[in-house]
């Protein structure tokens, strides 16, 4: 079935560093999402991009936070600067379309922050 | 408050039975549910969806939606050793733009033989 890749699986920083996590999503998918993930807790939700904007994000989306996709390359999340609560599982997600649409997850990229 | 609610937190089922999950929301806003298989090491991948009340059906999976009590459950028949995964219920509202899903914690299902 469809994929979305993530890059890379796993990333060790110090803190204060600037970390860039790529993803692939599905070829023909146009809506785009990250999901934070912290070991033994609920995955939540990022922020939403659809034609180079972001559509929705949440409280979780610090002003640390940004998201682009330039020229249809990987979708990336960059955080600058990083802090110690950033560590988490970061998922990237497609869809092909609004509302009840399937969201096809990558595998998670572990970021872990010195 | 959580706004999606999932039980139990963990479920061990013997091969050939049935495994019965449970999730609840807080939020009449929400309007899609979808059911989500996470193997160890992978992302979550979408099981089904339930948008109507009542059941639906695909292979040895049932949902069921009661939006009055914004019940959603999910049943696996003839559980088998690759169903053991963790199961999320994830829950949006209607609108017009694709938008972020709302997880519950999950329930680690164990199927053993």
């Known amino acids: 079935g469809p994929k979305v890749l993530q890059i890379p699986s796993h990333q060790i920083i110090d803190m204060g560093q600037m970390v860039t996590l790529n993803c692939d999503p599905v070829?023909?998918?146009?809506?785009f999402y990250w999901y934070k993930q912290i070991l033994g807790q609920q995955m939540e939700f990022l922020v939403n991009?659809?034609?180079?904007?972001?559509?929705?994000k949440s409280k979780l989306f610090k002003d640390q936070f940004s998201v682009e996709r330039p020229d249809g390359s990987y979708f990336t999340l960059k955080i600058q600067p990083t802090a110690l609560e950033d560590s988490a599982v970061y998922f990237c997600a497609s869809s092909s379309g609004l509302g009840g649409r399937e969201q096809y997850f990558g595998p998670g990229t572990r970021l872990t922050v010195l | 408050q959580q706004k999606v609610q999932q039980s139990p937190e963990s479920l061990s089922v013997p091969e050939g039975g049935m495994a019965s999950l449970n999730c609840t929301s807080s939020d009449r806003n929400f309007q899609y549910f979808w059911w989500y298989r996470q193997h160890s090491g992978e992302g979550p991948k979408a099981l089904m969806?339930?948008?109507?009340?009542g059941d639906k059906k695909e292979g040895r999976f049932t949902a069921h939606l009661n939006k009055a009590s914004l019940h959603v459950s999910l049943h696996i028949r003839d559980s088998q050793p690759s169903d053991s995964a963790l199961y999320f219920c994830a829950a949006s509202e209607r609108s017009n733009y694709a938008q972020g899903l709302t997880f519950g914690l999950g329930t680690r299902v164990s199927v053993f033989p």
């Open positions: 070829s023909n998918h146009l809506y």
């Open positions: 991009f659809y034609n180079g904007k972001v559509m929705e």
């Open positions: 969806s339930i948008f109507s009340d």
